[in-house]
């Protein structure tokens, strides 16, 4: 069926003009494919693309209106019925002088006011789902032949999934900012589910009373009858109200907003109702300084690390595990403090803070104990301060919607701020007199640390007697939520328990006892066919009543399997490319000092100003991926970052010379790594399963522990290539360069290899075409039929290039990989 036709006969009537127009937005979308490919007919194109845009802006304004009209309306009218029930069993159901056959029509008349209470709520439920539905195929229509609109800064923007392969893809629209709290109201629809409860509530309520009435008055068997067929009605207007919310959520649930920012900072989850935004600018401040200042430190080392186990005696190829300390304290220290957050989000704080400041102390203080022990000691000090997963979750968890961009750039800022300014202290500090005071030496090794312990101290000052514990305000609104959603499963699994008969023990109990008291108030027992519709009545139905229990239930597919299937190997990429960028990325990093030092004659105030620009470039770099990722599909970002980190590494493994060359290469493997952290991070927020996206485990946690994983395994990389081919001596300098980077390469090919290997699941942002031409072809294909697709033709003619080799055997997934990004 069309889902234009669908719409007209499943729309409630009364309201067919608040419905999304799907047959209208169709054909303006045809209007846009008839001159998409005529050539001067470009004004007209774009001319009609804003006509649709500007179409569909409209009808999800007015649906956003309807909706809200409606479920305050509807809302309004349950809390007076339930006002009025509350009333009339406190009134005139405990009135003894009324007779039970009006109080019996009294409750009656109050169902049948529920029963059409819940036909609203279906109607209107039914209305999210299907606008729902309506909005997200006709973008993806548009998405696959028209491209997607760039997200306009002010703007609203839709973010749209695919119901069962997790693939999703941004939609811009001129719908204003303001309009998010609307569209989140609508896909939540709160207030209907409040609603339901409530009439759910009053009906078991209303049906106790009724019980009790049937009971003691024996009604006739017409009354019961009456009774009876009213019970069927509203049980199946319940299952049809729970079936319709069901339907819903999970359409609503595939239209969302989401920045970019958003995604680079690792937040996953949605932001928090504003009762639960508790977040304070203060506590925003303290936690991206938190985040930033752990960078700071990490990268503070490693420009003057070399002279610092030179004065040790040391050789200078246990510099990779002098940095890679950290690293070893940070992935067990980040599940702790994730875990630690469930209770508070000051402690853990106040503990990185006091971590850190202990690990600059006892760093400086190594150089005059000339301990490599205290060295290592310090480095895990300061790796037990990365509180960053702290830092993430304090913005998933408590920063407001309207607030959350500022708060995801602000944390991304921070950290790349971090990373630059941390080497930059060896350049004011370089020429800073050897001071001895006491037998402690100040000098340009160790002031840096010391300048660190006191910037840290301030912050521990700050987080101990301003910092706002936010739990103190009540429990998150994810703790909430999947509380209430426990609750709710445990009430309709009751509900289905006591229907079915999987509950008669506690549902006959009841009844029994009421037959008990008629067998001693009139001497006489029931007959068995009045007993059997006193139990229908009441709604027990033992195992062998009623058609429906005849029918076994429907076996269910393994949601392991399905999860495994579609979610785990998309995901598992995502984390090695974030494994693998960092891999890349501290290799270059660590290996600095064997060129500039050991080459160039290099002082640690040069290598911390090149490490600060390659920090800052963090900056820009993210910017212009936020503006691919809106054009390009992740997974053609990813496959670009890792050639352009494939080819820094040629340019590194020449030894050094020319310098150039080298400086060449590590900017494009510097700046490849971030173009592949970013994109890696926008994948994985369209791949991941829902069941990570919020809690203690989840995949901001999973981004953090792969990342800092992929340092540790530079670090150690870098420190075991060095030790092996005593890269302290010049002669060896392009043997380490070669083993080093060739590594890496190695690394980048296997994970490149397995991205091409599930190519057809990392739908990151494209839409698979019908058909693909076949590899053969690829060089006649016009340029009007490519419509500009520059990057598939650069990555199609270096697979043509090297086909020839093991390519060959990947043949199939290249072409789909390359031809349908």
Known sequence: MRFSSKIEKERHEPWAAHYLNYA???????????????PGHEHVFEA?????????????????????????????????????????????????????????????????????QGRRIVHLTRFVSLNMQGIRKILKKYAKHQGTMEPQKGYLALEIEHPHEGHKFMQGTF????????????????????????????????RRYRAELVLHSQPDLGNLESLDGNSETIEAIFDEMDSTEVHARRNAGLVHSKTFADKLAGLFNPPPEDEAAVATPLGLYLNCASAGLYMANYQLV????????????????????????????????????????????????ICSAI??????????????????????????????????????????????????????????????????????????????????????????????????????????????????EPLKHGPRMSDIEEAQKKAGRAKDEQRRAQRTGEGSASAQQPLLNGDADVEQGGGQERSSEETRMLRRSLSWRPESAGPSDSKKPKKQPSTLKGIMSSTIPPTLATVLTLWVSQVVRQAYVDGLPAFTETLYGWQPGAVGILLTIWGFSTLPVNWVVGKLSSKVPDRVLI???????????????????????????????????????????????????????????????????????GRLCGNLLESGVSKATHA??????????????????????????????????????????????????????????????????????????????????????????????
């Not at 719908?175 to 609508?186: G, V």
Request: proline content about 3%; overall charge negative; aromatic content about 10%.
């Open 175 to 206: 719908l204003p900012e303001s309009l998010s709290k609307e569209l989140n109201d609508l896909l939540e629809h709160k207030q209907l589910v409040t609603a339901t409860q409530i009439i759910k509530t009053s009906y078991s309520e209303l």
């Open 639 to 709: 496959t670009g970052a890792i050639i352009a980190c494939g080819a820094g590494c040629v340019g590194l493994a020449m030894g050094g010379y020319p310098i150039w060359l080298y400086l060449l290469g590590g900017f494009l493997a510097y700046v490849g790594s971030l173009v592949l952290e970013g994109a890696s991070m926008s994948m994985m927020s369209k791949v991941i399963h829902p069941s990570l996206a919020k809690g203690t485990f989840n995949a901001g946690l999973l981004a953090t522990e792969s990342g800092t994983t």
């Open 24 to 38: 209208l937005l169709k054909r303006k979308q045809h209007d846009i494919e008839d001159v998409q490919d005529k």
């Open 355 to 468: 971590a850190c400041i202990l690990g600059n102390i006892i760093y400086s203080a190594s150089y005059d104990f000339r301990s490599l022990t205290m060295l290592f000691a310090a480095r895990l000090a300061t790796g037990l301060g990365s509180a960053r997963a702290v830092n993430r979750r304090y913005i998933a968890d408590f920063v407001s919607k309207k607030d959350r961009t500022k708060a995801s750039g602000a944390f991304v800022s921070a950290n790349a701020v971090g990373m630059a300014l941390g080497p930059l202290l060896a350049l004011p500090l370089g020429k800073f007199p050897d001071l001895h005071f006491h037998g402690w030496t100040f000098n340009g090794l160790t002031m840096a640390s010391y300048i660190m312990a006191i910037i840290w101290a301030s912050l521990l000052f700050f987080t101990i007697f301003f910092f706002e």
């Open 302 to 349: 490693i420009p003057t690390v070399s002279k610092f186990l030179q004065h040790m005696g040391v050789d200078q190829s246990a510099a990779g595990l002098v940095i890679g300390c950290c690293d070893i304290a940070s992935i067990p220290v980040t599940v702790a403090y994730s875990v630690w957050t469930n209770y508070s989000y000051k402690s853990p704080v």
């Open 728 to 821: 302290s001596d010049p002669d060896n300098i392009v043997k380490f360069a070669v083993t080093c980077y060739a590594a890496v390469g190695v690394l980048l090919t296997l994970v490149q290899l397995l991205v091409f290997g599930i190519w057809r699941r990392l739908k990151g942002g494209g839409l698979e075409p019908s058909s693909a031409p076949d590899l053969g072809s690829i060089f006649t294909v016009s340029g009007s039929a490519w419509n500009g697709n520059w990057e598939s033709i650069v990555l199609l003619t270096i697979v043509r290039l090297l086909s020839d080799g093991i390519w060959r055997r990947l043949k199939g997934n290249l072409e789909l990989a390359l031809l349908a990004p």
């Open 48 to 116: 009609r693309k804003h006509i649709f845009q500007g179409e569909l802006d409209s009808q999800i304004q007015q649906m956003l209106v309807f909706y809200a009209s409606k479920s305050d309306e509807i809302f309004n009218s349950v809390k007076e019925l339930e006002n009025e029930i509350n009333h009339e069993e406190n009134t005139t159901l405990q009135d003894e002088e009324l007779p039970d056959a009006e109080k019996v029509d009294l409750i009656t008349s109050l169902i049948e006011k529920l029963q059409d």
